[in-house]
């Protein structure tokens, strides 16, 4: 592939994770209304809203942290896009692999922790240390399915992982071949999102929406668009680990959504938990079930 063809793939990648990930965002929205009986956003809501924060006046910066941890929140999902291989792009997905695409999603939140923590808003440090908590509740036990996935198809590139399940047909896909792995997956990937009952780092009735007290304006808006690439990230990885990724973009896109409508049906059933009953239940449940997937795969 000749150096202007990856330049391209690596622009649209990140273009089409914004696009599909401010339409996974309306779905949410619409999600939650109907199960509250609501009518729910408009088409274009997740746009009207980005430009509407960005165009108003930031009321405070609280210095260059601030500023950059915002850039390496968006940042390290822009960078992880470039990781995840998708129908007719694989980016650097070939050089990168599995391994560094985990290292990649956890630069978001601590990016997020050092622009907040600037603030000095004790109400912003609750809440991020909350949710650095979260980050070690989810990532033990998505590593722990991440290895399963790994031992099972013998690599940690994710181009060679979707070659295989596709080559096999259904039968090959993840989560037939280690449906307990799959599912420990999706718990974890509803704590990865953020979502009810795994949401205590925002707790709106708590701590006054936590990293987002001090964010206002542009910073806010940065934060509403790390959200779209978050949900899109998030649902792509588990469309590839276990869903045989996508032969083309129809089926593609059907996953990805299928994949972000369960942990959202669920969001919206479900009060939030407290954070030691976050990390008791992402260890517990998950955790064992992704070991019991794994002594299954040896044995």
Not at 1 to 30: D, N, Q, S
Request: hydrophobic share 55%.
């Amino acid at each position: 592939m000749y150096w202007h063809e990856i330049l391209i793939e690596l622009t649209l990648m990140p273009l089409i994770a914004f696009i599909v990930g401010m339409a996974m965002v309306l779905m949410m929205r619409k999600i939650g209304a109907k199960l509250q009986r609501r009518v729910g956003p408009p088409l274009l809501q997740p746009l009207y809203d980005i430009v509407k924060l960005h165009s108003k006046q930031t009321q405070i910066s609280h210095g260059l942290i601030h500023e950059i941890g915002i850039v390496m929140a968006i940042g390290g999902y822009v960078a992880a896009e470039t990781l995840l291989p998708v129908p007719g792009m694989n980016g650097i997905a070939e050089k990168g692999g599995l391994i560094a695409l985990l290292y990649i999603t956890m630069i978001p939140s601590l990016g997020l922790a050092l622009g907040v923590g600037q603030c000095a808003n004790p109400n912003g440090s609750i809440g991020i240390s909350r949710a650095l908590t979260a980050m070690l509740a989810y990532d033990i036990p998505f590593v722990i399915v991440a290895f399963g996935v790994a031992y099972l198809y013998g690599t940690t590139n994710l181009v060679d992982i979707i070659a295989q399940q596709q080559a096999g047909g259904v039968a090959a896909w993840g989560i037939v071949q280690s449906p307990l792995l799959a599912l420990a997956g999706l718990i974890a990937l509803q704590g990865m999102l953020g979502k009810q009952p795994f949401e205590i780092y925002v707790a709106p009735a708590e701590i006054a929406t936590g990293p987002m007290v001090e964010m206002s304006g542009k910073f806010l808006g940065g934060l509403f668009i790390m959200q779209c690439f978050q949900l899109y990230t998030a649902s792509v990885l588990y469309t590839t680990l276990f869903l045989g990724g996508g032969e083309n973009w129809v089926t593609f896109l059907f996953k990805i959504f299928a994949v972000v409508a369960i942990p959202m049906s669920i969001a919206y059933l479900f009060p939030r938990y407290r954070t030691e009953d976050l990390v008791r239940i992402l260890w517990t449940w998950p955790g064992m079930i992704g070991l019991l997937g794994l002594a299954f795969l040896t044995t």
